[in-house]
């Protein structure tokens, strides 16, 4: 499983969460791919308008042929989505590290 994280400062935080969220727009989008397992919005308690958002997927695969397939409605939609942040830094892409 792999987790990819971006950190987001936004204009209006009801609109950024509706679009966002774990049942917004772009998770909605995301669940036409296979491998999709789902997103978590994470929101500041000391910093208004700052979030994180976690979407997890089966597998960096998974997530690139999902990229792959929809990439025109994947940049489309990114460029529609700019309206609701001020920033968007994404910290990168990460694997659950098990114990054995």
Do not use: K
């Not at 990819?4 to 935080?13: L, Q, T």
């Not at 049942?23 to 791919?33: D, K, L, S, V």
């Not at 939609?77 to 054995?100: C, H, I, K, M, P």
Request: charge should be negative; avoid cysteine; charged fraction near 30%.
């Amino acid at each position: 499983m792999i987790a990819i994280v971006f950190r987001y400062d936004v204009r209006e935080p009801e609109a950024f969460e509706e679009v966002y969220g774990p049942n917004g727009e772009w998770a909605r989008f995301f669940r036409q791919g296979l491998g999709f397992i789902g997103t978590e919005l994470l929101r500041d308690v000391e910093e208004f308008g700052r979030y994180v958002v976690i979407d997890r997927w089966e597998s960096a695969e998974a997530y690139n042929a999902f990229v792959t397939e929809n990439q025109d409605e994947y940049l489309r939609r990114s460029d529609d989505s700019r309206l609701y942040y001020l920033q968007e830094l994404r910290l990168g892409t990460f694997e659950n590290v098990w114990a054995e």
